[in-house]
């Protein structure tokens, strides 16, 4: 479905940036495409979406985003393979924006045009995705509250845009990660905002993940808000734990982001004959399976880093060094076949990659 009504507004060539020279030396999220798209709704009502040059927004000081956290997001990925390019699942991530949208009580998009248009994009743009195997150009569709008012309520007016950033991997190189399990701070509570990708959930993680850094560990553990002993998820990815042949990762109980990458890795390793639970992980069920030896591995999964080996974990002053301290085998399987089927390389017996 072509939309008509889309304007586009191109950068003349000779007024283009320059792309990195190597995208591995780019830290994560700081380079921009040269074209962005937004969307306005007001009146109660969607305004025809425009492709135009990346610029700085225009937002009254009193624009209720800035005051009450009225905003969302989603994290893709097109990945590029010769002249073709590829998303995994996209449908699912515009899925996700409106069940985040109808939780911070924002006007929901027309999911299958908000794909055709940033495939539109995509191809303006095509020439920013980079090629290498684990590099990508990160894309991020925003909403935020825009209405001049001050006052908490629902906004009456909101912007949609996409902007797309070229990336390396996440984290430096596929190497284990460090992880501190929160003890003290918590994420998400039962009937709160944790299965949104929400705004205000990110600043709230900030002050445990400064604590793991002085540390020196990388990334936050969370544990339930409830009884604080719970397995959650990871800053941005969903954790699993391999006990054996049983693959174990947190429910789906609103206090967690459910994870595209996640559910790819649940319908996976099923196919792959482990027994899949999603189920409640106590941290101590964990931190004794590892001095048992019945942890085999740990890893984290997120479109960002896709897959991460988690080596290590700090409890309560302990440090806890899962299995050998290197990356597992089922880790590495699925990160060298989600990463091949993300490009186009390894069979998508699944249909879950869409050529642009
Ligand atoms: C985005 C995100 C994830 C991972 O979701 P994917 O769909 O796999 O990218 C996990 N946890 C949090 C908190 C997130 O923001």
């Not at 303006?124 to 195997?133: F, G, L, S, T």
């Not at 909101?158 to 918590?186: C, N, R, T």
């Not at 339930?224 to 006990?243: K, Q």
Request: proline fraction near 5%; aromatic fraction near 10%.
């Amino acid at each position: 479905m072509i939309d008509m009504t889309l304007e586009v507004e191109l950068v003349p060539h000779e007024q283009r940036k320059a792309k990195p020279a190597d995208i591995l030396q780019v830290p994560f999220g700081t380079v921009f495409t040269d074209h962005m798209l937004s969307m306005e709704y007001s009146d109660g009502k969607w305004h025809p979406a425009r492709i135009h040059p990346y610029k700085k927004l225009e937002l009254d000081p009193s624009a209720l985003v800035l005051h009450y956290g009225q905003g969302i997001f989603e994290g893709m990925k097109a990945y590029r393979r010769f002249d073709k390019c590829f998303l995994f699942r996209p449908e699912k991530n515009f899925e996700r924006f409106n069940a985040s949208a109808t939780r911070m009580v924002m006007a929901n998009i027309d999911e299958q045009q908000a794909l055709e248009n940033l495939k539109h994009l995509l191809k303006i743009e095509k020439d920013w995705i980079p090629q290498a195997r684990g590099t990508s150009l990160y894309i991020r569709p925003t909403m935020i509250a825009t209405e001049s008012k001050l006052g908490v309520r629902p906004s009456l007016e909101y912007l949609y845009y996409v902007i797309l950033s070229p990336v390396g991997p996440y984290f430096k190189s596929f190497e284990p990660v460090k992880i501190m399990v929160a003890d003290k701070y918590v994420r998400a509570a039962k009937g709160g905002v944790g299965s949104a990708k929400t705004m205000g959930n990110y600043a709230a993680s900030l002050m445990a993940a400064k604590k793991a850094k002085e540390l020196g560990y990388s990334q936050v553990l969370w544990l339930d808000a409830h009884d604080n002993r719970y397995i959650e998820e990871v800053g941005t990815m969903n954790l699993f734990i391999r006990f054996d042949d049983e693959l174990a990762t947190a429910p789906l109980q609103g206090t967690i982001l459910p994870g595209i990458t996640r559910d790819s890795v649940i319908h996976m390793t099923k196919d792959w004959g482990y027994t899949v639970n999603e189920r409640k992980i106590p941290i101590d069920e964990v931190l004794e399976g590892i001095q048992s030896g019945k942890v085999l591995e740990i890893f984290g999964a997120g479109t960002a880093a896709v897959i991460a080996p988690v080596g290590n974990l700090w409890y309560k002053g302990d440090d806890y060094s899962v299995a050998d301290g290197g990356i597992g085998q089922l880790t590495q399987k699925l990160f060298d076949t989600l990463t091949g089927m993300q490009c186009g390389q390894v069979e998508d017996k699944y249909d879950w990659v869409s050529v642009i």
